[in-house]
């Protein structure tokens, strides 16, 4: 039986290190597939078309317009959640005191023990493999090798974890990604649908092995990041992560759930501005400590509630 474990340990061990090691090879992924999109849609496709003139001409600008668009949205929020910290716990951190009772959060984790302090009063959730306090949310990364404020999952797309102070930018690079590829899609259907159909299409074999590769791909990534998409957007207006969706007892009542409005709120700020952009408002960051992935507003009446 000790023999098994070990090898368990190692196996997944061996398994985080692998994962971190995609770094560059997934960045590297991702930007390959927006250099065959780019190939195939501007320069293959509607690029040369801006010169046919008519209908043909305008059609071209509006999709070359919307493309570059979205596509410098797509960018920045991808690169947002690679390069932005998804926040780790402070050095030392303790939980906030209760004044009246004495008590600090309740809640705990199934995961890991309590504190060693006197378990029976403080109930704080305690991570041992950090050997520090987690404050309420908080999770470890096996493949980071850390505690992560309000951790929603490991990415391996974005090769980071998605947390608390990165969690709007990858919300905001699904759905540009959603548009994007949406928009590919849709732009090189009528290609798609000629290689099939006509005889003799101009252009030479590669550019059409480009075109055809390009509609695939956009296609098959449109129709993934739709599912992610809309279990994220449920989550958010649920105000929970992909990990306490996965270990709730219960959905019917949930401590953090204070409403659609300031569920939404908690995760892309209060400024409509600054919504479908991967930034904060320094007003936002300075009056709202839920950004910061330490402090949650809950409901006085389930404060108690454990998962």
């Known amino acids: 039986m000790h023999r098994s474990g070990a090898v368990m340990a190692w196996n997944v061990f061996k398994f985080c290190t692998a994962l971190r090691g995609l770094g560059s090879i997934m960045i590297l992924l991702v930007l390959g597939v927006v250099g065959v999109t780019y190939y195939a849609v501007v320069l293959t496709s509607y690029g040369p078309a801006l010169y046919d003139g008519g209908l043909t001409s305008v059609i071209a600008v509006a999709v070359l317009i919307l493309f570059h668009g979205l596509l410098v949205m797509l960018l920045w929020s991808y690169f947002s959640v690679v ?15 209760d004044e009246e009772r004495g008590e600090g959060d309740p ?3 199934s995961d890991f023990g309590v504190s060693p302090a006197d378990a029976s009063k403080q109930r704080v959730r305690y991570c041992r493999k950090c050997s520090q306090m987690k404050p309420p949310r908080c999770h470890h990364c096996s493949v980071c090798g850390r505690c992560i404020l309000k951790m929603d999952h490991h990415c391996v797309w974005v090769v980071n974890c998605v947390g ?32 099939f159909t006509e005889g003799e299409i101009p252009g030479s074999p590669g550019t059409l092995a480009t075109t055809f590769l390009a509609f695939v791909l956009n296609l098959a990534f449109a129709l993934s990041v739709m599912g992610f998409l809309i279990m994220h957007i449920s989550m958010v207006a649920a105000n929970t992560t992909t990990i306490e969706a996965y270990e709730k007892k ?10 659609r409005k300031k569920n939404f709120e908690q995760v892309f700020g209060t400024d409509k501005l600054y919504w479908f952009i991967p930034a904060y408002t320094e007003e936002d960051l300075r009056r709202m400590p839920v950004l910061q992935g330490l402090e949650f507003p809950s409901k006085p009446d389930l404060d108690a509630q454990e998962f």
Do not use: C, Q
């Open 83 to 97: 390069l932005t910290d998804p926040g780790g716990v402070p050095p030392n951190w303790r939980p906030i005191m």
């Open 107 to 109: 809640l705990t984790g």
């Open 164 to 195: 608390a102070l990165n969690y709007k930018y990858f919300l905001l690079f699904l759905f540009y990604t959603f548009l994007e590829t949406s928009l590919v899609t849709l732009s090189l259907l009528p290609h798609f649908i000629a290689f």
């Open 250 to 259: 219960t959905t019917l009542k949930w401590r953090y759930d204070l409403g």
